[in-house]
T-cell receptor, first 117, second 112 residues
């Protein structure tokens, strides 16, 4: 149980286009979802926290107008990178927290590799 | 502000050796500490989670210890195997509702 999926697993796009990444909790309800970014050989950095039905809370230095997060249901959150540029190329990982596991347990998705040309 | 540091950044050892990975954190007021494994280009696999009231956790060949007062944790891997090659991340939380703070990881390579 407690599986989190991400789609797509990798994406290549041209500079200036927008890319949407989906994060789904497959067998539990995720009241909270987290989006992380990981640059090569670096650790995960939290970008934003989203609670179902409310606006996401962004970490300092993360542009909310560039990284649009929608958490419209208890099993789905999306991250849209708008007007992507090469510096946005990174590994994006989501995690979900909710009705599975102990209090506060987060389950991580497999990640999405974004390459912006 | 909580900071998590992992030393060494990279480690290469021959197969069969026992090894220790280190993690230190600056604020001892933590809720729990977790060790993850990450294979290249992949997501995270949770290995061990230690609650603040616990001193250690064991799973198979892995043993993680926690010393909150000194702000340290170690991950002990016994009888290492090539399949153990991965990046190991240490992470802490201040509460069940707070964000996870990750260390920079240790890239482990086990030589056959």
């Amino acid at each position: 149980g407690a599986v989190v999926s991400q789609h797509p697993s990798w994406v290549i796009c041209k500079s200036g286009t927008s890319v949407k990444i989906e994060c789904r909790s497959l067998d539990f309800q995720a009241t909270t979802m987290f989006w992380y970014r990981q640059f090569p050989k670096q650790s995960l950095m939290l970008m934003a926290t989203s609670n179902e039905g409310s606006k996401a809370t962004y970490e300092q230095g993360v542009e909310k107008d560039k990284f649009l997060i929608n958490h419209a249901s208890l099993t789905l959150s999306t991250l849209t990178v708008t007007s992507a540029h090469p510096e946005d190329s990174s590994f994006y990982i989501c995690s979900a927290q909710g009705t599975s596991g102990g209090i506060g347990t987060q389950y991580f998705g497999p990640g999405t590799r974004l390459t912006v040309l | 502000k909580q900071e998590v540091t992992q030393i060494p950044a990279a480690l290469s050892v021959p197969e069969g050796e026992n090894l220790v990975l280190n993690c230190s954190f600056t604020d001892s007021a933590i809720y729990n500490l977790q060790w993850f494994r990450q294979d290249p280009g992949k997501g995270l696999t949770s290995l061990l989670l230690i609650q603040s009231s616990q001193r250690e956790q064991t799973s198979g060949r892995l043993n993680a210890s926690l010393d909150k007062s000194s702000g340290r944790s170690t991950l002990y891997i016994a009888a290492s195997q090539p399949g153990d090659s991965a990046t190991y991340l240490c992470a802490v939380r201040a509460s069940s509702a707070s964000k996870i703070i990750f260390g920079s990881g240790t890239r482990l390579s086990i030589r056959p």
